[in-house]
């Protein structure tokens, strides 16, 4: 099901998954440990809110530079260093002062950059187009087990060591620069590099036409500018409002749901938390569902010229978030009295915005050119911050001016109008990179 054929693509799966989620240990080490930090090194919350958001701007600025380095230099050589140096800043950050955390952790931030981008170009190059959304979203649930994992482990570390954060820190640094130098010599770039094509291992033979009409298409295209056949392609525009709708609602929901559930709706940090809990559960199984039945779709109806079998599921899962986000703020009175519909309505709720922002990114670097793919993702994901970042301050801004029910109708108007993008562009082309013509 997963299309894993041959040991090269076991191995490199399984690589990209241990160090993508040795990278978001990394990423997570400082929010698992932040109590006893706190307690131990006299921060305060000022302190951590500005740690926070070092390393915050920095993995923006880090992943969209990351995107543009991918298509130009190798991804396992990106990949691997990344991984290094994020366990390089780990291990100084658990021997350095409180002065120096901020610094520490903005250089976390920035390194951290090439992990996702690298996943992704070799994700495309390794394996069928007939599976990529699967592996896609099955990749991502990497990010799921350190937020499962770190705090048990952290809380053991912390035992043994008589309270103290630093061997938690230096355990995950050290662990991450063994990983790295093991990946150096698992992973490779393309099938070619080892002697194999990706038809050999998949035995589809148009995988080859494909990737001749791309290569010849591409010594055309490359005349012109990466930015001007990025910009050129009205499909950018309908990938990146998704990218900002749906971590609009997933910033919303998942940072302000609970104060919203505990003002508005009767609620309590336990019913509160339950709510949470289902939503992140109904996540990781839309994710990898909605990876699934995409590649089923594009299985039966193939990829043509004008539409993407894939928005098929996007016309479902759209709807499907308008109308919990709906009942969420009118159905739902008295949480208490509600809990089970609740919940039910945060698994949906997670299952229906993380198989969004899931397809949204295999939609962005499928439907690219492929000597531009990285760079196409990497802009169309910088959307995707930026809707993070409206979720803060600006929805609370909005938020006391038009209270929770006009904040949250305002929601639901973005995802009427990204579902309707994707309605439209159905009717044409979906390539990225393929528009400008010669004189």
């Known amino acids: 099901m997963l299309g894993i054929n041959s040991w090269h693509q076991c191995s490199i799966f399984i690589c990209l998954y241990v160090g993508y989620m040795f990278y978001i240990f990394n990423r997570k080490s400082f929010s698992f440990v932040i109590p006893n930090i706190v307690e131990t090194d006299g921060l305060n919350s000022g302190d951590v809110g500005t740690i926070l958001s070092a390393q915050a701007v920095a993995y923006g600025i880090g992943k969209f530079v990351s995107g543009m380095l991918v298509d130009r230099f190798s991804a396992t050589k990106l990949f691997c260093a990344g991984l290094c140096l994020c366990g390089a800043s780990n291990i100084l950050f658990s021997v350095s002062p409180p002065g120096y955390f901020s610094v520490l952790w903005f250089f976390n931030g920035l390194v951290q950059g090439p992990g996702w981008p690298s996943c992704a170009i070799m994700l495309k190059k390794w394996f069928s187009p007939a599976v990529f959304g699967t592996l896609w979203s099955s990749l991502s649930t990497s990010m799921n087990v350190p937020a499962s994992l770190g705090p048990i482990a ?61 290569k010849e298409s591409t010594m055309t295209k490359s005349k012109h500018s990466t930015w001007s056949r990025i910009l050129s392609s009205p499909y950018t525009y309908v990938v990146c409002g998704g990218f900002l709708v749906s971590l609009i609602i997933k910033g919303v929901v998942c940072d302000w749901g609970s104060l919203y559930l505990i003002q508005e709706k009767q609620g309590d940090q336990f019913l509160t938390g339950a709510f949470l809990g289902t939503l992140e559960l109904g996540g990781v199984i839309g994710s990898i569902a909605s990876g699934y039945l995409s590649d089923v779709a594009v299985a039966k109806i193939g990829i043509k010229q004008i539409g993407q079998p894939r928005h098929f599921v996007l016309f479902v899962l759209f709807p499907l978030l308008f109308l919990s986000m709906y009942a969420l703020r009118v159905i739902v009175t008295d949480l208490p009295s509600q809990q089970t519909f609740v919940n039910g309505l945060g698994f949906v709720l997670g299952f229906c915005m993380y198989g969004i922002i899931s397809l949204v990114g295999v939609l962005a670097l499928e439907n690219s050119a492929d000597d531009i793919a990285g760079t196409t993702h990497a802009f169309c994901a910088l959307l995707g911050n930026v809707g993070l970042t409206l979720a803060g301050l600006p929805f609370s801004a909005v938020m006391e001016y038009l209270s929770w029910n006009g904040a949250l109708q305002l929601c639901e108007l973005s995802i009427i109008i990204s579902f309707l993008l994707f309605v439209f562009a159905q009717r044409s082309s979906c390539r990225i990179g393929d528009q400008i013509k010669e004189d």
């Open 154 to 214: 952290c809380s053991v570390f912390i035992a043994w060591s008589s309270g103290s954060w630093r061997p938690v820190m230096l355990f995950f640094g050290g662990a991450s620069i063994c990983v790295s130098f093991g990946s150096l010599f698992v992973l490779k770039d393309r099938p070619e590099d080892v002697g194999l094509t990706l038809e050999m291992l998949t035995g589809e033979k148009k995988i080859a036409e494909d990737q001749k009409k791309n």
